[in-house]
């Protein structure tokens, strides 16, 4: 039982080049999310999904792009790639009955940085 | 107005004593979670302790407690006995259930540094 994996672990990106960033769990968790985290801050949610076909935009969607085709695959992807866009990116996923009790699983993160 | 608020930058505590990390928060909703994660240097996000707003008791897990003044909108994290191992940043976060409990907003951490 892996949990919440992501690939890859480090990423150096130019400006304007194209990369996703891999989620993957083996939780069988209904609900997951994309969050980053900038330097000497929380984490900031990018978008999330409640189940296979279902995406949403959480507070920071701009640059990015999702989807959910199986219930253990969540990738993002970055398109033209913008040095604000350097920060590390944490994938997590729970198991939701829609009462917010549930708890959020972390991948390791994926520090990414646009040259 | 800021969701999530916690003051504290950096709190230092010797090993073996109490420390309490604070949190308040901003909402109008009447159901809601608040939570608090660990980050240590490796980089990970470990869960540590739920309060729900309709708890009528403070949340306790091991070592960690919550100290929930809903009046007052804090949910302070009390961990006892410090250890070195407790040295990392801790997050607060919520959801509400206007957001239909999906969105976790968090605040922007405090770094707990522990000495022998």
């Known amino acids: 039982n892996a949990g919440v994996t992501q690939t890859p672990k480090f990423r150096i990106l130019k400006i304007g080049q194209s990369m996703t960033l891999q989620c993957t769990q083996d939780m069988n968790h209904n609900y997951m999310y994309w969050y980053r985290q900038d330097p000497g801050m929380g984490l900031k949610l990018i978008y999330y999904s409640v189940g296979a076909g279902i995406t949403d935009k959480g507070e920071v969607p701009n640059g990015y792009n999702v989807s959910r085709s199986t219930t253990e695959d969540f990738p993002l992807r970055l398109e033209l790639a913008a040095p604000s866009q350097t920060s590390v990116y944490f994938c997590?996923?729970?198991?939701?009955?829609?009462?917010?009790?549930?708890?959020?699983?972390f991948g390791p993160g994926t520090r990414l940085t646009v040259l | 107005a800021q969701k999530i608020t916690q003051t504290q930058p950096g709190m230092f505590v010797q090993e073996k004593e109490a420390v309490t990390l604070d949190c308040t928060y901003d909402?109008?909703?009447?159901?809601?979670?608040l939570f608090w994660y660990k980050q240590p240097s490796s980089g990970e996000m470990i869960f540590l302790i739920y309060?729900?707003?309709?708890?009528?008791q403070n949340a306790t897990e091991g070592r960690y407690s919550l100290n929930f003044q809903k009046a007052r909108k804090s949910a302070n994290l009390v961990i006892s006995a410090s250890q070195l191992g407790d040295s990392a940043m801790y997050f607060c976060?919520?959801?509400?259930?206007?957001?239909?409990?999906?969105?976790?907003?968090f605040g922007t951490g405090t770094r707990l540094l522990v000495s022998p």
């Open positions: 997590a996923s729970s198991y939701s009955r829609g009462r917010g009790t549930d708890t959020q699983y």
């Open positions: 909402t109008s909703d009447q159901s809601y979670g």
């Open positions: 976060a919520m959801r509400e259930a206007n957001t239909g409990f999906q969105k976790l907003v």
């Open positions: 309060q729900g707003s309709y708890d009528e």
